[in-house]
T-cell receptor, first 111, second 112 residues
Framework: EADIYQTPRYLVIGTGKKITLECSQTMGHDKMYWYQQDPGMELHLIHYSYGVNSTEKGDLSSESTVSRIRTEHFPLTLESARPSHTSQYLC??????????FGPGTRLTVT | QKEVEQNSGPLSVPEGAIASLNCTYSDRGSQSFFWYRQYSGKSPELIMFIYSNGDKEDGRFTAQLNKASQYVSLLIRDSQPSDSATYLCAVNRVDSSYKLIFGSGTRLLVRP
């Protein structure tokens, strides 16, 4: 079973606030990913990292930023939240060219 | 054409039947194939992966891969109402970028 954690699980916040979504894994995986998924819709990759100090933008343009200072930690930050950011954010990790394991997700609502 | 295609469903089967979920992919060089199950409002959960042509069985699940036809399927035997979920097919990117391409998923409904 994958040990990957996300906090908070649910967040309701007002427009213009800065938010950080936390993601941590205890498996020692080098590779970590952030996906965005609207209800009933596809997963979209927004950021990924192949190791410490390595971050890249994904396929879907996002106003969020990420950092990877420690192997186990891959937080996502929105400097100024907007209603268009309302979505579910899923963090995943992988050891290599193989399967990705997902965290429980953060459901974000921006009012 | 999408890189990974799945019928959105819903696929409705009676309890105890075999559910057959299909996925086609466009990049002939893809090597790794995954099936995830996602319950409504939850995150995807890996249930099967397959790398070689043929069948791979794990309990009630069987993954089938045909690289020549660029086709991967998931069979669920003795379907249970608890199997009702969306099933996502994922394929690795050929550029070896350690990224997966996900299909939009097939919704399965198992009728009691």
């Amino acid at each position: 079973e994958a040990d990957i954690y996300q906090t908070p699980r649910y967040l309701v916040i007002g427009t213009g606030k800065k938010i950080t979504l936390e993601c941590s894994q205890t498996m020692g995986h080098d590779k970590m990913y952030w996906y965005q998924q609207d209800p009933g819709m596809e997963l979209h990759l927004i950021h990924y990292s192949y190791g410490v100090n390595s971050t890249e933008k994904g396929d879907l343009s996002s106003e969020s930023t990420v950092s990877r200072i420690r192997t186990e930690h891959f937080p996502l930050t929105l400097e100024s939240a907007r209603p268009s950011h309302t979505s579910q954010y899923l963090c995943a990790s992988s050891r290599g060219l193989d399967e990705q394991y997902f965290g429980p997700g953060t459901r974000l609502t921006v009012t | 054409q999408k890189e990974v295609e799945q019928n959105s469903g819903p696929l409705s089967v009676p309890e105890g039947a075999i559910a057959s979920l299909n996925c086609t992919y466009s990049d002939r060089g893809s090597q790794s194939f995954f099936w995830y199950r996602q319950y409504s409002g939850k995150s995807p959960e890996l249930i099967m992966f397959i790398y070689s042509n043929g069948d791979k069985e794990d309990g009630r699940f069987t993954a089938q891969l045909n690289k020549a036809s660029q086709y991967v399927s998931l069979l669920i035997r003795d379907s249970q109402p608890s199997d009702s979920a969306t099933y996502l097919c994922a394929v690795n990117r050929v550029d070896s970028s350690y990224k997966l391409i996900f299909g939009s998923g097939t919704r399965l409904l198992v009728r009691p």
